[in-house]
């Protein structure tokens, strides 16, 4: 049996009106047997449009990697303890979005 530990803090990206344009998610991750033998954590960001232009979504991913975050090598949240590499993100469905994780052990 595994134990999995996600902590989720979400920023909001506000027009002038104060619509919600974009969310960023960032998530710490943690796994391990549920006996409490040492455990695995890594972070993950997803960005999302809500009601901004795709070209904000595009800067976001560029702020994100300039801030050294890298696109994940499989799919988030399905990453196991006993694997070593992060996984690619798929985009959310439907509004279009860019993930990335960064492993940490």
């Given amino acids: 049996m595994l134990r999995i530990q996600t902590s989720r803090r979400v920023l909001r990206l506000l027009d ?35 009601t901004g232009d795709p070209k904000l979504l595009k800067a976001i991913d560029t702020r994100l990697r300039k801030a050294g975050a890298r696109p994940a ?26 993930a990335v994780s960064q492993a940490r052990m």
Avoid: C, F, K, N
């Fill in 16 to 50: 002038p009106a104060g619509r919600t344009l974009a969310e960023i998610a960032a998530d710490h991750v943690s796994a391990g047997p549920a006996d409490g033998a040492a455990a695995t954590s890594w972070d993950e960001i997803e960005a999302e449009l809500v």
């Fill in 73 to 98: 090598a499989r799919l988030a949240h399905s990453r196991t303890p006993e694997s070593s590499s992060a996984r690619p993100v798929a985009p959310p469905s439907g509004r279009g979005g860019v």
